[in-house]
């Protein structure tokens, strides 16, 4: 009978051990899913990125560009397709400037109330436009309000885009407050930290003295994919 009992545990023991084997090598399959979304980059680097929504002020999109390039930074500037369908010679100098095109959709939708269909009209339609106007293949989306779902996240996938979120988010569309902007662009500012902004008056303002600040503390101002470098964090 001991002989049966121990044969018995022996067999359950390897039974459960091959159950914890093969779920613990699905979970690591679910829990590295595609398309997760990023909102940092690499950590140990020396790059801050500088994320630009761009939907509207073309006077201004053309400010926050001299202002980068006088000191050789770059950033990244997620554009709204209809917003470059009227201003294509602005879309032409950011890239000339060496500056990232990302893409943030066509009318700003909020891509979580959208259908599969919906989210890749948004998508796509911007994509095809850039491609047609500058021969630019975008593969960084931002959803419009950082709204998006398990949809968005599958579509953005399979039209070939990673979707960028934000670290630090300087909520200049809502404040209008110069020094507030500097205060959510710096404080406890980090390597690989994507800063999020909009190209407002204050916010324009407030640049010039967050590079500054940057640069006293060791960073290096640049677009998503040099902070992002090798390195892809996902929550």
Same mark, same amino acid.
């Given at each position: 009978?001991?002989?049966?009992? +121990?044969?018995?545990?022996?067999?359950?023991?390897? $039974?459960?051990?091959?159950?914890?084997?093969?779920?613990? +090598?699905?979970?690591?399959?679910?829990? +590295?899913?595609?398309?997760?979304?990023?909102?940092?980059?690499?950590?140990?680097?020396?790059?801050?990125?500088?994320? $630009?929504?761009?939907?509207?002020?073309?006077?201004?999109?053309?400010?926050?560009?001299?202002?980068?390039?006088?000191?050789?930074?770059?950033?990244?500037? %997620?554009?709204?397709?209809?917003?470059?369908?009227?201003?294509?010679? !602005? *879309?032409?100098? *950011?890239?000339?400037?060496?500056?990232?095109?990302?893409?943030?959709?066509? %009318?700003?939708?909020?891509? +979580?109330?959208?259908?599969?269909?919906?989210? !890749?009209?948004?998508?796509?339609?911007?994509?095809? !436009?850039?491609?047609?106007?500058?021969?630019?293949?975008?593969? !960084? $989306?931002?959803?419009?309000?950082?709204?998006?779902?398990?949809?968005? *996240?599958?579509?953005?996938?399979?039209?070939?885009?990673?979707?960028?979120?934000?670290?630090?988010?300087?909520?200049?569309?809502?404040?209008?407050?110069?020094?507030?902007?500097?205060?959510?662009?710096?404080?406890?500012?980090?390597?690989?930290?994507?800063?999020?902004?909009?190209?407002?008056?204050?916010?324009?303002?407030?640049?010039?003295?967050?590079?500054?600040?940057?640069?006293?503390?060791? $960073?290096?101002?640049?677009?998503?994919?040099?902070?992002?470098?090798? %390195?892809?964090?996902?929550?």
């Amino acid at each position: 009978m001991r002989a049966l009992a +121990s044969a018995c545990l022996c067999a359950v023991a390897v $039974f459960v051990g091959a159950v914890c084997y093969f779920s613990e +090598s699905v979970a690591v399959t679910v829990s +590295s899913a595609e398309n997760s979304p990023i909102y940092f980059g690499n950590r140990k680097g020396e790059y801050v990125a500088l994320m $630009f929504n761009c939907y509207e002020s073309a006077e201004n999109v053309e400010k926050i560009a001299e202002i980068l390039e006088k000191d050789g930074y770059k950033a990244t500037f %997620f554009v709204g397709g209809c917003f470059v369908d009227d201003k294509p010679e !602005l *879309l032409r100098r *950011l890239i000339e400037g060496g500056h990232e095109i990302g893409n943030h959709g066509y %009318f700003h939708k909020k891509h +979580s109330s959208l259908n599969k269909s919906g989210n !890749l009209s948004e998508i796509k339609r911007t994509h095809d !436009l850039v491609r047609a106007l500058c021969g630019v293949e975008m593969n !960084l $989306f931002a959803p419009p309000s950082g709204d998006f779902n398990k949809t968005t *996240l599958q579509v953005a996938g399979e039209l070939g885009y990673k979707t960028v979120m934000w670290t630090k988010d300087t909520i200049d569309w809502r404040d209008k407050d110069k020094n507030l902007v500097f205060k959510r662009a710096t404080e406890k500012i980090s390597a690989g930290d994507f800063v999020l902004m909009h190209p407002k008056d204050h916010t324009v303002e407030a640049l010039p003295e967050i590079l500054a600040y940057y640069k006293a503390h060791g $960073f290096k101002c640049g677009t998503v994919t040099q902070t992002t470098a090798s %390195f892809a964090a996902r929550v």
